[in-house]
């Protein structure tokens, strides 16, 4: 669940990394990503997907567009603890991957650490900073590409491993 990441710009839909998680841990994964999404609109659509794919686990990577639009760190963390809020209720886990604030030296802000602590659910925050770090991982400035992509998959796959998720 998440914005362009998720959705796999820069890559082909078959190389997204919903998709190859989903090889990885031989699941069905549900690319749901809006490129271009916020988490305000993450928070406004998230509803709807839980009715429609009704998932036992949504892997949550937002905040990438919000942070280029300059907005609060403040409302950023509001909205993922509210998109977190939402989830947890209805019996569904939670991951959370961070994603780095845009600067030439960057990681993921603390607060996505904050709110995967918080909320007591798993967090990865290294993964996207160290593939968008590498240029032959990327295919622009922002956006993985397929080899990108594969690594996402395999932090995350590592981490649901780890958590007992799979």
Do not use: W
Not at 25 to 35: E, F, H, Q
Not at 43 to 68: F, K, Q, T, W, Y
Not at 81 to 86: D, L, V
């Amino acid at each position: 669940f998440g914005d362009s990441l998720t959705y796999g710009t820069g890559a082909t839909e078959a190389e997204s990394y919903p998709v190859v998680l989903g090889r990885i841990i031989n699941r069905n994964v549900v690319p749901a990503g809006v490129p271009g999404e916020m988490t305000a609109g993450g928070l406004a659509r998230l509803e709807s997907v839980i009715e429609e794919h009704r998932p036992g686990l949504m892997i949550v990577c937002l905040g990438g567009n919000d942070m280029l639009r300059k907005l609060d760190d403040g409302q950023i963390r509001g909205n993922l603890r509210e998109i977190i809020r939402a989830i947890k209720p209805k019996g569904i886990a939670v991951v959370l991957v961070g994603v780095p604030k845009p600067a030439l030296i960057t990681s993921a802000p603390a607060f996505y650490e904050e709110v995967a602590r918080e909320f007591g659910i798993p967090y990865e925050g290294k993964i996207v900073t160290s593939v968008l770090y590498k240029p032959e991982l990327k295919a622009d400035p922002i956006h993985p590409n397929a080899q990108g992509y594969r690594k996402v998959a395999e932090a995350i796959a590592e981490l649901l491993k780890k958590a007992g998720a799979v």
